[in-house]
């Protein structure tokens, strides 16, 4: 028989121009991305309602993974209301029921329709539709969906001229719908590749750690009572999840603690995860710790998980805590209240389980009065506050822990050392040791690598040049340095002869580093 315009119920000049309206739309389906899809689906369904002057067109999908039917993309003549894009297994219970069956829908009129589709026929007529035809949009063996034309304005027939080549648009879209969910499945599956590379990453450098330690000062070395009674407060709180604060100065082994904590708690089978918040860039801080979703900034080109989720079932570490940015306190108390977080650029919270222990060097309490810390923030943190003693106040361990580090250097250094002059330990104990167990591990070291016999000899450091060398911190120079040019200035910030262009810096920045170290303009 021959195909005319007449058997589809359209003119032989529509005919033509669905014909070629057809092989476009093909060849335009086979060659686009993914994320164009939408737009072209509207677009081809008007093409094609004005082409065979249908009034409406509505493509439907069944989503991941309740299997609900929704309507995604629908198309309407001028003066009609396209179908609301929202759910509709309630609405169509007989239609669907068809649809996931591989099977279709036609009537020419609502009189056609079976008395099990009572639903189906109320919905339709409140709907205004009068005729309709679906097909389902198949991928192999799997329902994707269904595409839907239909007539509003009278009833019409569906010649079955008409519904094969109706058919060829559906498997069109199906064909389209199946690459666009193959890309996205793709896409899913390659970023979630990429955050578990990040994780391990960050676990294997926890682990790479873990091991360090191990192979140098895991062993909490001593037996003066100061230690032990740490080691006891240690013991005590590694069975809870209560939060640890560890203080006391630099170099006294609160990272050692702060392992031992976690490798006596329940969740020592994940390795405790590592930060020192003063390394770690201010505008990078809070991505980090808690993540970021793509484009929450420039540059963040990723979605990438931060160092809580990371941390998921196991402890983190947050040293140098005094150091953390007013805005990152604040995420870190929401997380301690709510044990929860919010990546950054994302309103959506994430449950994580994590066991907190931080550490500081600093005076808190003098950074409370100052602004620079939260004081709820701080009383959060020290729910068990443990003080980690300085090198003097356990000086009967010194001769132990020189024993433990020459011996440890002289296995790497292949050399062999037998004796320490009494004493030489004698005056390396009645020393101060300001940088506490980090400077005499760098002083044995050294020794080591001086010797060339047996017998080790260890200079003690001269107590007053380290004196004035321990009067003023880095922080405390800065800080006195950007107040003295402040007060020269009258407190300008910006603009000629402005503090800001003394000191060579960007408002923005001068701005920061004042928030930091807790300067204030005087109230006058």
């Known amino acids: 028989m021959t195909v005319t315009g007449e058997n589809l119920g359209i003119s032989l000049e529509d005919l033509l121009r669905f014909e070629t309206m057809l ?34 067109s509505t493509l439907i999908q069944f989503s991941d993974p309740d299997d609900e039917a929704l309507i995604t993309h629908s198309w309407a ?10 759910p ?3 609405l169509f219970p007989w239609g669907l029921m068809r649809i996931r069956n591989g099977q279709g829908v036609q009537f020419s009129s609502l009189d056609d329709l079976p008395a099990e589709a009572v639903t189906d026929k109320e919905t339709f007529r409140q709907r205004g539709q009068k005729s309709n035809v679906s097909f389902p949009l198949s991928a192999g063996s799997k329902i994707l969906g269904a595409l839907a034309f239909g007539a509003i304005k009278a009833e019409r027939q569906w010649p079955e001229k008409l519904v094969s080549r109706l ?29 578990l590379k990040e994780q391990l990453h960050k676990e294997n450098v926890s682990l790479r750690q873990e091991l360090s330690l191990i192979q140098d000062t895991s ?46 708690s329940n969740r020592r089978d994940r390795p405790m995860i590592r930060v020192n918040c003063a390394n770690i860039p201010v505008t990078l801080i809070e991505s980090e710790l808690f993540g970021r979703e793509k484009g929450a900034f420039t540059g963040a080109l990723t979605r990438q998980a931060g160092y809580f989720e990371t941390a998921h079932k ?33 309103p ?30 701080y009383y959060r943190l020290s729910v068990f506050p443990i003080s980690v003693p300085p090198l003097r106040e356990r000086r009967e361990d010194i001769p132990v822990l020189i024993r433990k580090f020459a011996d440890q250097f002289a296995a790497t250094m ?45 200079e003690v450091p001269h107590s007053s040049a380290v004196g004035k060398l321990h009067l003023l911190s880095m922080e405390e120079v800065e800080r006195a340095h950007i107040l003295s040019v402040l007060e020269y200035t009258g407190w300008r910030v910006q603009g000629k002869g402005s503090a800001a262009e003394i000191l060579g810096l960007k408002r923005s920045t001068l701005q920061s580093r004042m928030l930091k170290l807790g300067i204030r303009r005087p109230t006058r």
């Open 219 to 264: 062993h909490i070395i001593g037996h003066s009572a100061a230690l032990r009674a740490t080691l006891v407060m240690a013991e005590r709180v590694a069975a809870t999840d209560s939060t640890v604060l560890l203080l006391g100065e630099t170099g006294t082994g609160k990272e050692l603690i702060a392992s031992a904590i976690h490798n006596l």
């Open 414 to 458: 292949g050399k062999s050392i037998t004796s320490i002059d009494r004493a030489n330990l004698d005056d390396l104990q009645r020393y101060d040791w300001p940088g506490n167990v980090r400077e005499l591990r760098n002083h044995v070291e050294r020794a080591v690598i001086l010797s060339c016999g047996p017998k080790l000899s260890i």
């Open 314 to 346: 196991s402890t983190l570490f947050l040293d140098e805590i005094g150091d953390l940015p007013p805005e990152v306190q604040i995420k870190l108390l929401r997380f301690l209240q709510e044990k929860q977080i919010m990546r950054l650029g994302s």
């Open 348 to 377: 959506k919270p994430i449950a994580v389980d994590v066991r907190i222990i931080t550490a500081t060097n600093r005076d808190l309490q003098k950074a409370i009065c100052e602004g620079r810390f939260r004081e709820d923030l």
């Open 77 to 86: 003549i001028e003066g009609y209301q396209p179908n609301p894009l929202i």
């Open 88 to 90: 509709i297994t309630h």
């Open 167 to 195: 058919r060829l648009v559906a498997d069109m879209f199906a064909g389209a719908l199946a690459r666009q969910r193959s890309e996205d499945e793709l896409v899913k599956y390659l970023t979630e590749i990429k955050r």
């Open 23 to 56: 092989s476009e739309l093909s060849t335009r389906f086979i060659n686009m991305q993914p994320e164009a899809l939408n737009g072209a689906i509207e677009d081809a369904q008007r093409v094609i309602c004005q082409t065979l002057g249908l009034d409406r």
